[in-house]
């Protein structure tokens, strides 16, 4: 952000709030699952944790934005707090657009009912909203208590919750052969959208709820993106139900799954023999921050791997001896697979530490 005007006075305090836009923090965790990183959990968490970061260069490289709600200056210019908004907002400060100056509380109730649907439009999430009283010389009557201004006050919309059934539990298995349980559920609304799956984390989570096959369950979106089981509703529980065991074998190459002392996730420990884990490993290697191989996409990849011209990361430097196979397939035509195999001889010439990197050795990242 860049200042405009250069009417503002020369010592002045302004304060706000630094948030994450939901795409941002998608983008971040999809970045750190390619790389076999672990996830956060929600944007909050990282945005907190990154303003506690020493290295101020680093928090500048985080894709963080702020709104800012508070101008202090020593010669108080302004008579309200909507007017001090208004002129830091025209100096070129980013200010929140979503806000309202309401002359009665019927105005404030409507305005906190509009939002009660319209913040799950918003590219960031929000909790509630706040409320303050406009006159500066009304909040200086008002005062503080120990804690808190008297004339703020925060409205906490509640989290997002719907109930649904559990219709089954499935697994997905990641290119490092890491294993997640996922809820499949009954369709429902929640938060703005239809959500069909929620995360189930790992095998202690379905321990710790006590879920069983058919369970009627409480699904909540919180600041987390992904949609989680909160609760059974165990009233509502079938005599016959069987509680969910957690898989013993992998569910795609249906491998003996193992668990490192301390990581609570299961692992399947077949990596040369796996399909989602095959498929992974070529992917990661091929993708942008790896080889960033072009004219070959993840797609691709699977498809190669069902006909049996992929096996292994090395295989990729043989396809030019099976153009005539690629000749055969539909939608490939002569151009594409021209790209392809150029854009896999370009790949010889990375550097060794993109070989290395792509090559997805478990605790391996771009810089270690
Ligand atoms: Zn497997």
């Known amino acids: ?28 965790n999809q970045e750190r699952l390619d790389n076999g990183e672990v996830t956060y959990a929600n944007p909050r968490n ?46 070129g400060f ?23 649907t319209e913040r799950f439009k918003l590219s960031y ?23 808190s201004p008297r004339w703020a006050i925060s409205y906490k919309y509640k989290a997002a919750s719907a109930q649904t059934i559990l219709e089954s539990v499935g697994y997905q298995v990641g290119r490092t052969g890491a294993v997640t349980p996922v809820a499949h559920l009954k369709p429902v609304l929640l938060a703005g959208t239809t959500v069909k799956r929620a995360t189930l984390h790992n095998a202690n989570e379905i321990v710790r709820l006590n879920l069983y096959e058919g369970d009627t369950v409480y699904v909540e979106k919180g600041g987390e993106i ?35 002392e301390g ?5 399947c420990p077949n990596d040369e023999g796996c399909p989602p884990q095959i498929v992974g490993k070529i992917q990661h290697f091929i993708g942008r921050k790896a080889m960033n191989i072009d004219g070959l996409g993840d797609e691709t990849i699977e498809s190669f791997f069902k006909k049996g011209f992929l096996h292994h990361i090395s295989d990729l430097y043989e396809l030019n001896q099976r153009i005539d196979e690629l000749r055969t397939l539909e939608r490939f035509g002569e151009k594409s697979i021209t790209n392809m195999i150029s854009g896999i001889e370009k790949s010889k010439e990375m550097p060794f530490e993109k070989v290395l990197f792509g090559l997805g050795i478990r605790c391996v990242g771009e810089t270690v």
């Open 125 to 147: 999430d929000i909790d509630g909203i706040v409320l303050k009283v406009n006159s500066f010389a009304q909040q200086e009557e008002l005062g503080f208590t120990a804690k």
């Open 1 to 28: 952000h860049q200042l405009k005007a250069s009417n503002y006075p020369c010592q002045f305090e302004i304060r706000g709030e630094v948030f994450m836009h939901k795409k941002a923090f998608e983008r971040l």
């Open 226 to 260: 992904i949609p989680k089981i909160t609760g059974v509703n165990e009233a509502l529980r079938n005599a016959d139900a069987q509680p969910i065991i957690y898989a013993n074998n992998c569910p795609r190459c249906n491998t003996f799954l193992v668990r490192k």
């Open 46 to 91: 990282f945005a907190s944790g990154t303003v506690k970061l020493q290295d101020s260069a680093e928090v500048a490289k985080r894709p963080l934005d702020c709104f800012l709600y508070f101008f202090y200056a020593h010669k108080n210019q302004f008579k309200t707090h909507w007017e001090s908004l208004q002129t830091v907002k025209s100096w």
């Open 94 to 116: 980013p200010v929140c657009e979503h806000t309202a100056l309401c002359s009665n509380i019927q105005e404030v109730l409507a305005f906190i009912k509009t939002w009660e």
């Open 263 to 267: 990581e609570a996730a299961y692992y």
